[in-house]
């Protein structure tokens, strides 16, 4: 079974450009969640996706990030203009809606995608 | 607000060597931890999750410990390896909602 992946693994825009990163969760996962961590922090939560409507978007940093998850399926997250502190590495983690049997509720992560912003 | 503290920030140990990792959490009020390895440049690999209703997990040379009423998880690595040179996470699910609070991780460099 393939895990979640994520496309591109490193993008490098300059500031004010825009740049589309996306998400392929694992198939049947209907939670998604995006994640990021930028130079010298912890990863931090962004959003949660529940199919194809937003659980929770507390963690989006500013208007300039729009997350989206048309038809329940694969997730795109679009930052418009790009700033500096924007760069960093964007996870994506995927997990079924209800706990499966010893696993609980485990998310399961992309390998991310690093964003330079120049 | 839930805060995950990784203690120490960094450690190089010799080749050979047990070592434990620590972690804290502010709120007891969680659904289970995880313990994740980050090698450099890549994405995040799970090791280790523990339910909230579990005290440990074992995995080959790691075992992970929880105690959930002081907020504490241990990460003990036996006989460690220079392929065991990463950063570790820890990291800790909710039960008010599905996100993941991360530390701020653990640079374990081994020595040989």
């Known amino acids: 079974e393939a895990g979640v992946t994520q496309f591109p693994s490193h993008s490098v825009i300059e500031k004010g450009q825009t740049v589309t990163l996306r998400c392929d969760p694992i198939s049947g996962h209907d939670n998604l969640y995006w994640y990021r961590r930028v130079m010298g922090k912890e990863i931090k939560f962004l959003l949660h996706f529940v199919k194809e409507s937003k659980q929770d978007e507390s963690g989006m940093p500013n208007n300039r990030f729009l997350a989206e998850r048309t038809g329940g399926t694969y997730s795109t997250l679009k930052v418009q203009p790009a700033e500096l502190e924007d760069s960093g590495v964007y996870f994506c983690?995927?997990?079924?809606?209800?706990?499966?049997?010893?696993?609980?509720?485990?998310?399961?992560f992309g390998p991310g995608t690093r964003l330079t912003v120049l | 607000k839930q805060e995950v503290t990784q203690i120490p920030a960094a450690l190089s140990v010799p080749e050979g060597e047990n070592l434990v990792l620590n972690c804290s959490f502010t709120?007891?009020?969680?659904?289970?931890l995880q313990w994740f390895r980050q090698d450099p440049g890549k994405g995040l690999t799970s090791l280790l999750l523990i339910q909230s209703s579990q005290r440990e997990q074992t995995s080959g040379r790691l075992n992970a410990s929880l105690d959930k009423s002081s907020g504490r998880s241990t990460l003990y690595i036996a006989a460690s390896q220079p392929g065991d040179s990463a950063t570790y996470l820890c990291?800790?699910?909710?039960?008010?909602?599905?996100?993941?609070?991360f530390g701020k991780g653990t640079r374990l460099h081994i020595l040989p």
């Open positions: 709120d007891s009020a969680i659904y289970n």
């Open positions: 990291a800790v699910q909710g039960w008010r909602d599905d996100k993941i609070i």
């Open positions: 983690a995927s997990s079924p809606l209800t706990p499966t049997s010893g696993g609980g509720n485990e998310q399961f």
